[in-house]
């Protein structure tokens, strides 16, 4: 779903056209993508870090 979301939003950016004026609409939806991505970075390295706890631990 986070993939599917980052490759719309880049969708979106590549068909804005510059000469009009911003109202701001990409960069709202933008603050929630990031923290997304936040979260998923955070969760993946917490996850890392168990599973190399439990390595250490058991092998």
Do not use: P
Request: aromatic fraction near 12%; charge should be positive; charged fraction near 35%.
């Amino acid at each position: 779903m986070l993939q599917y979301r980052i490759g719309s939003k880049m969708k979106r950016i590549n068909l804005v056209d510059y000469n009009e004026a911003i109202d701001g609409k990409l960069q709202n939806e933008q603050a929630t993508l990031r923290d997304d991505m936040k979260t998923y970075i955070k969760l993946h390295y917490d996850r890392k870090e168990a599973m190399m706890d439990f390595f250490l631990k058991w092998l």
